[in-house]
Structures are given as structure tokens and as C-alpha cells.
């Protein structure tokens, strides 16, 4: 009898530390401030990193980076670009300390030798995950994002597909521990919810999308015309619903998109807002574990880290959000340069080449030396535009890319 107790017992103790080594595990730094993932069974730091900074710098500032960051607590990334040197650059800066970040990855991520696509492919996506895991080297990541589902038709269509049982499969083989969902949109957020089947919603949540009602571009100028006095109701569901079943959301988009909630000129609610209000606003929903930051460089990582030794005061932003004009007479372009809308056929940075006619806008429509230097450098310019509107079909914002080609080709003339 003995024996048989005390192999229950040798059972259940192995049971347990197969468990506990299924779940990431944080050391937690006094600097940061953690939140539960939902029921995940993770804590996660309050300020997370994105990947955008990863194909713009050396392995070395990579490292450098990545060292800065998880020294001062941050300890979950976004990862959906597919460009095998944000996924290099992120797996040699992780080395050694892989097991202090809780990794958030995109299934359906293909690199197509030249630029990101957005798949389902599933030859593709299982090319581009497995990719993922070799190039962060790693064996699983702790959160498998369906990437980017905008409308609800689309939700609804991929219910019994390949696509889908292959992120099922994922979670079963424990290469992805939970699955996520990424979404612009509250209706597919909320529905996918609903589902039971994710526990991590990435969603674009800020004062002014916020303020749109569901339906609407966020970033159409228009949609602000008539701007909600408060949080378009489905929103508001949808933050309930998650608080209420323990669904995290991971925030995106928390400055807005390009940062242009931080300058009033930019912003589409015409008031400029700080990191820390911007931050401030996200974390004051129960159901948000993380924002995650698309800091540039360190300076940038630790401006959004102040909002942790901020005061009452630095967080208010009460203050500024009354000051909200209801009518929007320009400003922004509706771009956010996410590159969701690549690959474009003829090879142009569509991103890019939008970002500069941004900065040339603000500019007063001057095209100085700086900025016609920056757009002669990319590999391809706006006048290579075919109209062939494939980017406009993937853009989440519905923004007009061939208006915004030939308004560049006029500006920089070619």
C-alpha cells in the first residue's frame, strides 16, 4: 500500500513541475509594475516593447537594447514582422535570457524574399512560424496571435479552416502555449472573445479610436466630424466583456499609430497628449495587461518607462481630453505605416514614402534638402505606382495608397 501511495505521490510532483515549466516564470524587477495576462497564469510587465526598432538597427544595438529593456523589467514583446532581421536581431539579442521575455507571435507571417505578407497560406504560415521559432531560438513562444482578423466576415470565414486547426495544433504540440487574436476592429474582437477560444486580444486602443464610432475609420478625418462624446458602446462591451472573463488585452496603437496622438498638429483630436497620459489611459482599463510601446530607440523606451515613478498628475489626462475639438480639418493622412499593405508588386515602401509626405505636410508643404534626400534614397518612389490596388485591398485603415501615391509623385515630382 505503501508503494502505491508513494508512486501517486512521485506522479503528482512530476505533474507539477511539468506545469510549472509550462508556465513562464518572472523574476520580477522592483522598477516595474506587473498584471496578470488574463488566465494565462503569466504575469506581465505594464510596458511591453514592439519589433519595429529590430530591422532598423545592428545586432549589436539590438543587444544593447534588449539588454536596457529587460534590465529595467520589460518583459513581453510583440513580434509580427516577418523580415528574417527583426526575427534575427531579436533571437541574438535574446541569448542567454530567453526565459525573461514572454514572446507574442504571429501566425501567418510570411516573408516573401523581398517584404512581409499577412497569409493564410498554410504551407506559408508554417514556413514563416517555424522561421520564427528558428531565428528566435526557441522551441514554442507563450502567446500565437491569429494575425490580423478586421472584419467580422472574415472571423466567420475561417472558422473550420486549415489555417485555424494549424494554430490549434500549435497550442496541442506546445509551440505556442495560448492563443491570441490581432484585431483593429471591436466587433471581430469582441465576437473572437466570445468564442472561447482566445485568451489574448492585441487591439488598437487609444483616446482617439476610442472615440469613433464602430464601423468607422479611425482614421478617416471624417469620422472625427462627429466624435462620441465618450467610448463608442462596443468598445465598451468589449472591454467589460474581457474584464469579466479574464481575457487580456495587449495594447497597440497606443500612441496612435506614427506617435501622432503626441503632437496636436498630427493628431486627429487636434490636442497633443504625453506618453505617460497615452499609457496612463490604456492601463486604467481593467482588462489590459500591456501596452506595448513602439519605442525607437532607448531615450524613447525610457520616456514610456517614466510612466511608472509618474505622478497623479503627469497620468491625468482628464485634462487634456476636454479640451477635444468635435470638428478635424486635416492632419492626418490615415496612414500609420504598419506596412500591413505590402507587398506592393512594383516593390514600393508605401510606408515610407507616406511617412515623408506626412513630414513634408508638416513641413508647410516645403520639400527641403533633408527630406528629398531621404525619399531619393528608397529603392522605389510613388511614380512607380501602377494603381493596381492590392495594397488598398490589405490596409486596415482603408486609406486611399493611390491618392496618397500620385499626392507624393506631385510633392517630390517622380
Known amino acids: 500500500m505503501k508503494k502505491i501511495i508513494t508512486f501517486f505521490l512521485l506522479i503528482g510532483l512530476i505533474l507539477t513541475l511539468f506545469s510549472c515549466h509550462q508556465k513562464q516564470t518572472v523574476k520580477e524587477n522592483p522598477d516595474m509594475a506587473y498584471r496578470a495576462l488574463g488566465s494565462t497564469g503569466i504575469r506581465v510587465g505594464e510596458i511591453g516593447i514592439g519589433c519595429g526598432i529590430f530591422g532598423k538597427i545592428d545586432t549589436a544595438e539590438a543587444r544593447e537594447y534588449m539588454v536596457y529593456a529587460l534590465d529595467h523589467g520589460v518583459n513581453y514583446i510583440d513580434i509580427y514582422d516577418a523580415d528574417p532581421k527583426v526575427r534575427s536581431n531579436i533571437g541574438y539579442a535574446l541569448k542567454g535570457r530567453r526565459d525573461e521575455m514572454v514572446i507574442q507571435g504571429h501566425v501567418g507571417c510570411w516573408w516573401n524574399g523581398s517584404s512581409y505578407e499577412r497569409t493564410r497560406d498554410l504551407e506559408k504560415c508554417k514556413k514563416g512560424f517555424n522561421d520564427l521559432l528558428e531565428r528566435l531560438g526557441t522551441d514554442h513562444i507563450e502567446v500565437g496571435m491569429i494575425h490580423i482578423v478586421d472584419n467580422l466576415a472574415e472571423w466567420d470565414s ?63 478625418p471624417k469620422s472625427y466630424e462627429n466624435m462620441l462624446p465618450g467610448i463608442d458602446p462596443v468598445r465598451v462591451e468589449l472591454y467589460d466583456y474581457c474584464a469579466q472573463h479574464n481575457i487580456a488585452i495587449t495594447v497597440m496603437k497606443v500612441f496612435g499609430g506614427g506617435g501622432k496622438l503626441l503632437e496636436a498638429e498630427k493628431s486627429p483630436l487636434k490636442v497633443a497628449l504625453t506618453p505617460v497620459q497615452c499609457i496612463a489611459y490604456a492601463m486604467a482599463k481593467p482588462c489590459v495587461s500591456v501596452a506595448i510601446c513602439g519605442a525607437d530607440n532607448i531615450e524613447e523606451l525610457e520616456s514610456d518607462l517614466h510612466y511608472l515613478k509618474a505622478t497623479d498628475e503627469e497620468k491625468d489626462y482628464n485634462a487634456v481630453l476636454n479640451k477635444l475639438t468635435a470638428q478635424n480639418e486635416g492632419g492626418s493622412t490615415g496612414c500609420t505605416y504598419c506596412k500591413h499593405c505590402a507587398p506592393c508588386p512594383v516593390g514600393i515602401d508605401i510606408a515610407a514614402v507616406n511617412e515623408l509626405l506626412d513630414e513634408v505636410q508638416q513641413n508647410g508643404g516645403v520639400v527641403n534638402e533633408e527630406l528629398a534626400a531621404k525619399y531619393k534614397k528608397l529603392e522605389h518612389h510613388a511614380s512607380d505606382c501602377v494603381g493596381c490596388g492590392q495594397c488598398e485591398s490589405r490596409c486596415p485603415f482603408n486609406v486611399p495608397v493611390i491618392k496618397k501615391m500620385d499626392e507624393a509623385q506631385t510633392v517630390f515630382g517622380y
Do not use: C
Open 158 to 220: 475561417l472558422q473550420g479552416t486549415p489555417y485555424l486547426e494549424y494554430v490549434k495544433q500549435l497550442k496541442k504540440e506546445g509551440k505556442i502555449q495560448h492563443i491570441g487574436l490581432s484585431s483593429h476592429n471591436a466587433e471581430v474582437a469582441l465576437k473572437a472573445a466570445k468564442s472561447g477560444l482566445v485568451e489574448v486580444i492585441m487591439f488598437s486602443l487609444n483616446p482617439a479610436f476610442d472615440r469613433v464610432l464602430s464601423g468607422n475609420n479611425p482614421w478617416d
